[in-house]
């Protein structure tokens, strides 16, 4: 009787525990008001293929003039593919890239369908 519950027991801790390994985990649910400072404060990226000027601006080395050309450019050409993709804007170089990665993320823009 004893070596049964003691199975029982085993069984249901197993379970348990199993339960808590392999649940679904949810993320964070972020404010839709959320500003660029706080998005920079909670480690979050800016993404520079929606990001406006004002938003750019909140980026430790991106200051007024930059986050215009990079609007600009983007609106010129195109969202950009990647982070690294910031070098074609005129201003931006390596090292300007390398210090704001931490910061800006280049994420994936949907196209428009085709009619």
Do not use: C
Request: charged share 20%; no cysteine.
């Amino acid at each position: 009787m004893e070596r049964e519950r003691i199975a029982w027991l085993s069984l249901a801790l197993l379970s348990a525990l199993l339960y808590v390994l392999v649940r679904p985990h949810r993320a964070p649910v972020l404010p839709a008001d959320l500003t660029s400072e706080n998005r920079l404060a909670l480690g979050l990226a800016i993404d520079v293929n929606v990001a406006g000027t004002a938003e750019l601006e909140s980026v430790p080395g991106i200051g007024p003039t930059r986050a215009a050309a990079i609007v600009a450019d983007r609106e010129r050409v195109g969202p950009f593919a990647d982070v690294d993709a910031l070098e074609r804007v005129k201003g931006i170089g390596p090292a300007t890239v390398e210090s704001i990665r931490p910061y800006v993320t280049a994420g994936a823009v949907q196209s428009e369908p085709s009619p």
